[in-house]
């Protein structure tokens, strides 16, 4: 999912938050759009954030599957060593 995407997607979330909360209040929905940029803009960098930490999680996944096939690699090379 592209990074535009995410934060798109969160930042509409977070329209959909503060109008249901304005909704909730029987508040007037088009009362304030500081509040609704506010919103949108904070979920927006939590979707972002989202997006880093993925890639992050993806690189430390692939790091980690890297690491244990090099050491079965060396474990199976050791015991076929030790057994001819």
Request: glycine share 10%; aromatic share 12%.
């Amino acid at each position: 999912m592209s990074l535009f995407a995410n934060v798109l997607g969160f930042s509409l979330f977070g329209l959909a938050v503060r109008v249901g909360h304005l909704g909730i209040q029987k508040r007037n929905l088009l009362d304030s759009f500081t509040g609704h940029a506010l919103s949108m803009g904070a979920w927006g960098f939590a979707g972002y954030w989202a997006y880093q930490w993925d890639i992050r999680a993806s690189e430390l996944i692939a790091q980690k599957t890297a690491e244990i096939k090099e050491r079965r690699a060396r474990k199976a090379a050791l015991e076929g060593a030790e057994s001819s």
